[in-house]
């Protein structure tokens, strides 16, 4: 095996006839299966005045490749196993149940949402009528928030898990082998929903099982074990190992926990609105192109960061979720907020660029919520939500203000076209957010506007409110058994517990938990 890299333009790399066949004939070697040429990472280099793409590649052996090729996975059935409950089917949950299949474990999934085709009647529901379901939305259903959103699969949490691993699950799925070598792979909002389904069909084929419109609304515990699960239609579910993985806004399950005296803990997350701008303009300020970006090119994304001076003390300002050629979509969870989230197609090829711009908080900007103990961080972030409900009108459409007026703290006369569906109110976006979060957002975007000419602009605008960057609560676990500290057969997990980001981050913490499940039930 050798390791090699190429330069390639972008019609050869972004090409899927001729990308393949390209890297033989750079490497002048016969493409007749004598020899085999895997690409392994394939990044855009726009750095010069013309855009190339590097592309690494491993030289193996028909053997070496056939080796490569066996699934990660060895799914065996498990009708008749002990049961592993798992709440909440996104992607922590989902890849719970895959991993308890493997170990020998029949994995109950119960998901308060609905299936992912489902959901989706729910979803123009809220884009068109502006009525928010509480147990289905862009968060709630099966997949969780991932499934409508960018499905973007980059993560640093490398140390977790194996990423690769969680990748050649996906691919098994349906994804496309792309997302196994491309630097920042996502699989796409279109692509996502028969990707779910997917991974629910081989669950129920072994012996799992998936319950939709199932609501846990209480747990039953003898001494420091959950002994069962009640559901909202008053059914008990017994249980001998609990996986918690319900998601970043399951505000009842905290309350719950907190309620029954089983310890959570508030922590940091980041809050603010998201960007739009034109895709064109984006690209040529990434790609030093005129006039577009050209047929191969994809979508140009960025990633920006500003330590913004707040009271004489830094505090971060970033881009959050990025979702070049996408769409902004309401992310609210109950009736009376209004949340923004960005999402994007597979091909990305909407007119549109959003980023969450968000700025750090911390517990103690919580002071006014102190009363809620450890839920704090989450009443703070709610009464921001349903003060952007109030002065958006009352509905869905979301407060928004250009940007350029948004630094000059001037009403904007006129919004711009958006992919925003239930529509934009134009508002002083400082009235929606507090002091520090208004000021640390107008010095990051100048910032930023110096670091990308043309970004700082009137013909972009915020919209607000990006809330849900990740949990406002910990629940926490010990490190080892990955049991709650209080509570020995329920096991955190996910974003919503706060061991994850993202979906990539969330599937390795759902199967870290199944082992450890399976280690409690099964002790070597």
């Known amino acids: 095996m050798r390791t090699v890299e190429l330069t390639l333009w972008p019609e050869e790399a972004f ?16 493409n007749d299966g004598s020899v085999v040429v895997v690409p392994t990472r394939r990044s855009i280099d726009a750095r010069g005045k013309k855009v190339m793409v590097r592309v690494q590649c491993e030289v193996v052996t028909p053997d070496q490749h056939a080796q490569r090729s066996i699934p990660p996975t060895r799914y065996q059935d498990v009708r008749d196993r002990p049961e592993v409950i798992i709440v909440g089917a996104g992607p922590a949950g989902l890849f719970a149940g895959l991993k308890a299949i493997e170990l020998g474990f029949k994995p109950v999934i119960l998901e308060r949402g609905l299936d992912v085709q489902t959901r989706r009647r729910d979803l123009a529901a809220i ?12 968060c709630f259903g099966e997949g969780g928030a991932g499934t409508y959103s960018d499905g973007k699969l980059y993560t640093r949490s490398k140390k977790r898990g194996d990423v690769n691993r969680i990748l050649h699950i996906l691919v098994a799925h349906g994804a496309r082998p792309q997302i196994l070598y491309d630097a920042h792979p996502h699989i796409g909002t279109n692509q996502l929903p028969k990707l779910v389904a997917a991974i629910r069909e081989t669950i129920k084929a072994y012996g799992g099982e998936i319950h939709f419109n199932t609501k846990v609304t209480d747990l039953r515990l003898e001494g420091d074990r959950v002994t069962a699960l009640v559901l909202r239609d008053g059914s008990v579910i017994s249980a001998r190992a609990v996986i918690l993985a319900t ?7 905290f309350e719950l926990l907190h309620t029954k005296g089983i310890r959570i803990e508030e922590k940091p997350f980041a809050l603010g609105v998201r960007v739009e701008h034109s895709q064109t303009l984006i690209d040529r300020i990434q790609y030093h192109c005129q006039p577009d970006r050209g047929p191969y090119l994809p979508a140009s994304s960025y990633s920006l960061v500003h330590q913004a001076s707040i009271d004489g003390k830094e505090r971060g300002v970033f881009s959050f979720c ?21 999402m994007s197609p597979s091909r990305r090829d909407s007119r549109f660029a959003n980023s969450g711009i968000v700025v750090a908080v911390n517990p103690s ?34 407060p928004a203000q250009r940007l350029m007026d948004f630094l000059e703290s001037k ?45 700082l602009s009137n013909d972009a605008q915020i919209i607000g409110v990006e809330s849900r960057t990740s949990s406002p609560v910990k629940i926490p676990r010990d490190s080892v058994t990955l049991q709650h500290v209080q509570v020995g057969n329920l096991f955190p997990c996910g974003e919503g517990a706060g061991y994850a980001g993202g979906i990539v981050s969330a599937a390795m913490d759902g199967e870290r938990c199944a082992e450890a499940a399976a280690r409690m039930l099964q002790p070597v």
Do not use: W
Not at 322 to 342: D, R, W
Not at 367 to 396: D, T, W
């Open 15 to 30: 090409d899927d006839n001729r990308f393949l066949p390209i890297l033989y004939e750079k490497l002048s070697l016969p």
């Open 411 to 455: 009403v904007s006369a006129s919004l711009l076209e958006t992919s925003y569906q239930p529509g934009l109110t134009s508002v002083d976006m400082g009235e929606v957010l507090p002091p520090f979060i208004t000021d640390a957002l107008k010095q990051g975007f100048r910032a930023f506007g110096r670091k990308m000419k043309g970004y």
């Open 127 to 138: 884009n068109k009528q502006e009525v928010v379901n509480p147990d289905s939305n862009y």
């Open 322 to 342: 990025m979702c070049p050629g996408g769409f902004i979509v309401p992310a609210a969870t109950s009736p009376g907020e209004v949340v923004v989230n960005g």
């Open 365 to 398: 900007d919580f002071k006014l919520y102190l009363k809620h103990g450890p839920l704090s961080g989450m009443y703070f972030q709610s009464s921001i939500e349903r003060r952007a409900c109030v002065l958006g009108g009352n509905s869905q459409h979301a």
């Open 247 to 253: 998601g970043h806004s399951a505000r009842d399950i």
